[in-house]
T-cell receptor, first 114, second 116 residues
Framework: NAGVTQTPKFQVLKTGQSMTLQCAQD?????MYWYRQDPGMGLRLIYY???????DKGEVPNGYNVSRLNKREFSLRLESAAPSQTSVYFC?????????????FGQGTRLTVV | GNSVTQMEGPVTLSEEAFLTINCTYT??????LFWYVQYPGEGLQLLLK?????DKGSNKGFEATYRKETTSFHLEKGSVQVSDSAVYFC???????????????FGKGTKLTVNP
C-alpha cells in the first residue's frame, strides 16, 4: 500500500529553471493538496484540488501552477524557479467532499534553488 | 477564513514529564480538528483527531479534547519518552456542507525535544 508518492525526493535548480513535482495517491481520494514547509512558518497551502478537474489557490500560490491530471495525480510546476522557492514540498490527499477525513502525506521533496 | 494558532516552541522536557501543547482555532461552522506529528526527515502522520465538540481523540498516550466553548484542542501526554521528540502540528478542516472550507489548515508547528 503505497499511499501518497512524491517524486523526486531531492532537487537542485538554478534560478530561472523550470520543473514539475509529481504526486500520486492510490487511496481513491478526491481531495489533494500541495504545501510548502519553511522553518518557523509551518505548512502553507500552495494549491488545493477538491476533485478531478478542479483546483483552487491556497495561501501562497504565486510562482506555481498545478494540474489535476486525473483522480490519482496532482502535479506542481515551477515555471521559473527563484531562491525564495527553496523549501520542502509536501503533497497530501484526503477523503473528499463532505467527508471529514484526515489527510495522508507524501515523504516530501526537498528543493534548493541556487 | 479558518486559522489555527498553536503554542510556539521549541519545548524541551525530561523523560516522563507532562506535556501540553496549546492549540486554538478560528473557523466557521463545525470543523474537524487534528494533531499531526512529523519525525525528522519524514512527512506528517496523523496522531489523533476529533470531529465534533467534546470528542476526545487519543493515540500512543496522547490526548486532545475538542472544546467548542474555548475553541481549543490542546495536546497532552502524561509521561513523554525520548521517542516522542518530533514536531507537532495542530490542524483543522471544515466541510462544504457546513458552510466552511474543505482546505486543511495547519498551525506553525511546535518542536518537542525529550531528553533522557
Amino acid at each position: 500500500n503505497a499511499g501518497v508518492t512524491q517524486t523526486p525526493k531531492f532537487q537542485v535548480l538554478k534560478t530561472g529553471q523550470s520543473m514539475t513535482l509529481q504526486c500520486a495517491q492510490d487511496m481513491n481520494h478526491n481531495s489533494m493538496y500541495w504545501y510548502r514547509q519553511d522553518p518557523g512558518m509551518g505548512l502553507r497551502l500552495i494549491y488545493y484540488s477538491a476533485s478531478e478537474g478542479t483546483t483552487d489557490k491556497g495561501e501562497v500560490p504565486n510562482g506555481y501552477n498545478v494540474s489535476r491530471l486525473n483522480k490519482r495525480e496532482f502535479s506542481l510546476r515551477l515555471e521559473s524557479a527563484a531562491p525564495s522557492q527553496t523549501s520542502v514540498y509536501f503533497c497530501a490527499s484526503s477523503g473528499g467532499t463532505g467527508e471529514i477525513t484526515e489527510a495522508f502525506f507524501g515523504q516530501g521533496t526537498r528543493l534548493t534553488v541556487v | 477564513g479558518n486559522s489555527v494558532t498553536q503554542m510556539e516552541g521549541p519545548v524541551t522536557l525530561s523523560e516522563e514529564a507532562f506535556l501540553t501543547i496549546n492549540c486554538t482555532y478560528t473557523a466557521t461552522g463545525y470543523p474537524s480538528l487534528f494533531w499531526y506529528v512529523q519525525y525528522p526527515g519524514e512527512g506528517l502522520q496523523l496522531l489523533l483527531k476529533a470531529t465534533k465538540a467534546d470528542d476526545k481523540g487519543s493515540n500512543k498516550g496522547f490526548e486532545a479534547t475538542y472544546r467548542k466553548e474555548t475553541t481549543s484542542f490542546h495536546l497532552e501526554k502524561g509521561s513523554v519518552q525520548v521517542s516522542d521528540s518530533a514536531v507537532y502540528f495542530c490542524a483543522l478542516r471544515g466541510g462544504i456542507s457546513q458552510g466552511g472550507s474543505e482546505k486543511l489548515v495547519f498551525g506553525k508547528g511546535t518542536k518537542l525535544t525529550v531528553n533522557p
